[in-house]
């Protein structure tokens, strides 16, 4: 199976609590549209530093991943961002990449939007067996 990318939509989710309590204008949440790296290894989102100056996302704290390399790394964690795909959305947080590395959608947020790879048309796609929402396991 080769590389799977979804354009989807990003949100600083600070922003949205500060436009429903009208401390902020709507058009004042800060968002952007990005084609993004769908990576089953990976747990969590990351993005890079470009995506989080644009979004002003706040830092969480400093967490080490290591990589597939056996490296392992120090980053920052920001969030909350809220990931927008097809019908489905999630929030989480979201490690920091240098630069203009690739943003990754890692398994957690995929698991959140009840969403697969469908390794045939090779793209991501919304859960066939529960097409209209989200369903997640509670046990």
Do not use: W
């Amino acid at each position: 199976m080769g590389l799977v990318y979804a354009d989807v939509e990003l949100i600083n989710a600070e922003d949205i609590g500060l436009a429903r309590r009208n401390i902020i204008a709507d058009e004042d949440v800060k968002r952007m549209n990005i084609n993004i790296l769908v990576d089953s290894g990976a747990y969590m989102m990351a993005v890079n530093d470009t995506i989080q100056e644009q979004l002003n996302l706040p830092f969480i704290e400093k967490r080490k991943a290591q990589m597939a390399s056996g490296d392992v790394v120090e980053y920052d964690v920001v969030g909350p961002v809220m990931v927008k795909f097809a019908n489905r959305t999630a929030t989480c947080n979201a490690f920091v990449l240098p630069g203009d590395s690739e943003p990754l959608l890692g398994a957690i947020p995929m698991e959140e939007m009840d969403v697969l790879i469908h390794p045939q048309r090779q793209e991501l796609i919304v859960n066939p067996d529960h097409p209209n929402y989200a369903q997640l396991k509670m046990k």
